[in-house]
T-cell receptor, first 116, second 114 residues
Framework: GENVEQHPSTLSVQEGDSAVIKCTYSDSASNYFPWYKQELGKRPQLIID?????GEKKDQRIAVTLNKTAKHFSLHITETQPEDSAVYFC???????????????FGKGTHLIIQP | NAGVTQTPKFQVLKTGQSMTLQCAQDMNHNSMYWYRQDPGMGLRLIYYSASEGTTDKGEVPNGYNVSRLNKREFSLRLESAAPSQTSVYFC?????????????FGPGTRLTVL
């Protein structure tokens, strides 16, 4: 099955600086890579996603890059703000039963702390 | 639209007790999922249902059973709860287009097994 590694586990940046979170995946058949933001006690919320036929996607201050050859993808947040403080999870589409590739495999999360 | 709803929000069980977690979605999605979230472990897939009438195991299915009652509802049952099943359980749903499946999550059920 799929395996997703995420780094770092904790990231502290000054307000206004950029933050980068990196993930690697193992299954070359995975072709969908979402990023979720989770605030304390809340549900995960999708913030951006990328499909395997695209190398980069941007939405205002958030961007995601994908390198299929190296099997890694990254989340970039520019001009960080206090409300960006949360846990961020990367994920990859994965196959569990050899055919039904419906579930997501998640990384273990990055706790992003924005220092004022 | 309520999106994805889950009941109950909180539950405390004793070891050996059984219970069913309920999930419903009103977005006409065909696929539904159950995940558990443990500290430092991210979310792990327990079971999923690609479409009404089908269910399949995920990464950590042991100790659980599921029922896809209809297109809207997908329940998760713990037959004999164990302390290792203390976790936060999230239900999710998606409209599966090929393999690009943006998943929407419910608010979660916080379960403690004593």
């Amino acid at each position: 099955g799929e395996n997703v590694e995420q780094h770092p586990s904790t990231l502290s940046v000054q307000e206004g600086d950029s933050a980068v979170i990196k993930c690697t995946y193992s299954d070359s058949a995975s072709n969908y890579f979402p990023w979720y933001k989770q605030e304390l006690g809340k549900r995960p919320q999708l913030i951006i996603d990328i499909r395997s036929n695209v190398g980069e996607k941007k939405d205002q201050r958030i961007a995601v890059t994908l390198n299929k050859t190296a099997k890694h993808f990254s989340l970039h947040i520019t001009e960080t703000q206090p409300e960006d403080s949360a846990v961020y999870f990367c994920a990859a589409s994965g196959s569990y039963s050899g055919g039904g590739a419906d579930g997501l495999t998640f990384g273990k999360g990055t706790h992003l702390i924005i220092q004022p | 639209n309520a999106g994805v709803t889950q009941t109950p929000k909180f539950q405390v069980l004793k070891t050996g007790q059984s219970m069913t977690l309920q999930c419903a979605q009103d977005m006409n999605h065909n696929s539904m999922y159950w995940y558990r979230q443990d500290p430092g472990m991210g979310l792990r897939l327990i079971y999923y249902s690609a479409s009404e009438g089908t269910t399949d195991k995920g990464e950590v299915p042991n100790g659980y059973n599921v029922s896809r009652l209809n297109k809207r509802e997908f329940s998760l049952r713990l037959e004999s709860a164990a302390p290792s099943q203390t976790s936060v359980y999230f239900c999710a749903s998606s409209y599966r287009i090929q393999r690009y499946n943006e998943q929407f999550f419910g608010p979660g059920t916080r379960l403690t097994v004593l």
